[in-house]
């Protein structure tokens, strides 16, 4: 894509204006997920720990570093 062509898709995308944002779509895609689990006799949490025996929980493990980083550094609110 050219420079013109991508301020103008910068531009759409400034100027849009939106109802909910991508975490409004997690509960909807949780809900659906256990919606379709139920109707194949799936347990949800099961096949959830079943992929991260699969994948690994390196991206989780990395996501505790980056909490535990921020609290030492003071930059959030703890959330309890």
């Known amino acids: 894509i050219g420079l013109p062509q991508g301020l103008?898709?910068?531009?759409?995308?400034?100027?849009y204006r939106h109802g909910t944002s991508i975490l409004d779509d997690f509960d909807?895609?949780?809900?659906?997920?256990n919606t379709r689990?139920?109707?194949?006799?799936?347990?949800?949490d099961s096949l959830h720990e079943a992929r991260l025996?699969?994948?690994?929980?390196?991206d989780l493990k990395s996501m505790g570093?980056?909490?535990?980083?921020?609290?030492?550094?003071n930059l959030h609110e703890p959330w309890d």
């Open 8 to 15: 103008e898709v910068l531009k759409i995308f400034k100027a």
């Open 28 to 33: 909807f895609y949780e809900e659906k997920e």
């Open 37 to 44: 689990c139920a109707r194949k006799g799936i347990n949800a």
């Open 53 to 58: 025996s699969y994948f690994g929980t390196d």
């Open 65 to 73: 570093d980056i909490e535990a980083n921020m609290e030492s550094l």
